[in-house]
């Protein structure tokens, strides 16, 4: 029988020892990151890195100390969001994120790479250790509330994330139809098994406001938010409209101007019970 390293990441054996904690992965000497959120959903195109940018955006306009963990490695969006489009620095042993306009501190795949359009051509567990890489390998300065931008799904990386950082809770993120129900499930049965509270549910496209008469319309059907937080006992929920504005801020790389007044009440929440 081979010897034991006491790394269990690394380990098929089903020891009595062998805990959650054996599988996190710890910071760089002199790093500092108190509470992380991550933001999931079951499927794409939903608006994840919208809500993880407004959320960071939103905590650090209340003078908290943020960060953001791009952990889309193949379609990282959040560096043009932030309207960031350096390349990250380090040394021989590190990496320093990249600070945006407010002082979030940012690491994204788009940061490292020499040209931001490049495509990420990578099989599962070498992004699912970049990601990791991401967490051990950056020098995060004294962070109070990290937000990390997951890839759609159960996979890879999502497992990576809870098993290998000490995730305190997550966000999930849907849109009105009805296909997401279903979704949602996904995503609330995987933060049982990893053991992780869901904080709160966040609907996005969930209606327009007409500029001209103020009325409310269901787009993309009625909203499903507040039935599908009873259903799952989730005790929290924001909606956010669909908005030209926001969309043409975001593009600019403008997501710290936008206003905070749509995700204020999942901020409220993590800021208060995190």
Sequence with gaps: M??????????????????????????????????????????????????????????????????????????????????????CMGTDEYLFPVTTHTGIQLMSMNLILENETEPVVWRGPVIAGAVTQFWTDVMWRDVDYMFVDMPPGTGDVPLTVFQSLPVDGIVIVTTPQDLVGMIVEKAVHMAELMNVPVLGLVE????????????????????????????????????????????????????????????APIVDVIEKEV
């Design 204 to 263: 996005n496209m969930s209606y327009f406001k007409c500029p001209d008469c103020g009325k409310e319309h269901a787009i993309f059907g009625e909203s499903k938010v507040e039935a599908l937080a009873k259903q799952y006992g989730i005790a929290h929920f924001a909606r956010l409209p669909i908005d030209p504005v926001i969309t043409t801020m975001v593009d600019a790389g403008e997501v710290e101007s936008v206003s905070g007044e749509y995700i």
């Design 2 to 87: 081979s010897e034991c390293t006491h790394d269990c990441s690394t380990c098929g054996k089903d020891c009595a020892d062998r805990t959650a904690e054996s599988f996190r992965k710890s910071l760089r000497p002199g790093a500092s990151v108190k509470k992380v959120i991550a933001v999931v959903s079951g499927k794409g195109g939903v608006g994840k890195s919208l809500v993880t940018c407004l959320m960071a955006s939103e905590m650090q306009r209340r003078g908290h100390s943020c960060a953001v963990l791009d952990a889309d490695i193949t379609g990282p969006s959040v560096p043009k969001s932030f309207g960031v489009h350096e390349h």
